[in-house]
């Protein structure tokens, strides 16, 4: 299994990112998709994901109406477009796949992490 994220990188605040993340190796319809981050200094927090039947999404309340999780299963690519960026926005994000039940905020429950890509936002 792989998770290969892009789209990171410098924008002022303010701006627009959209990060994406494909799938490889495993029957992605079948698997919750998410985002975490991590910040310099601080630990891995959750950021968005999809519930396990794809039905509902969950944001964290730092990013609720600014970031929306989407996800194209033909192409085997979640997304996180990025609207009204901060500078606390500035992190490391992950892509992550689970099939296990429990919370979509719990990274315990994720089987399948990406390599992260790197979002800097300037003030």
């Known amino acids: 299994v792989q998770l290969q994220a892009s789209g990171g990188g410098l924008v002022q605040a303010g701006g627009s990112l959209r990060l994406s993340c494909a799938a490889s190796?495993?029957?992605?319809?079948?698997?919750?998709m998410g985002w975490f981050r991590q910040a310099p200094g601080k630990e891995r927090e959750f950021v968005a994901a999809?519930?396990?039947?794809?039905?509902?999404?969950y944001y964290a309340d730092s990013v609720k109406g600014r970031f929306t999780i989407s996800r194209d299963n033909a192409k085997n690519t979640v997304y996180l477009q990025m609207n009204s960026l901060k500078p606390e926005d500035t992190a490391v994000y992950y892509c992550a796949a689970r099939r296990n039940g429990g919370s979509s905020s719990d990274e315990r429950n994720y089987a399948y992490w990406g390599q992260g890509t790197l979002v800097t936002v300037s003030s």
């Open positions: 999809f519930s396990l039947s794809g039905s509902t999404t």
């Open positions: 190796g495993l029957t992605f319809r079948t698997y919750a």
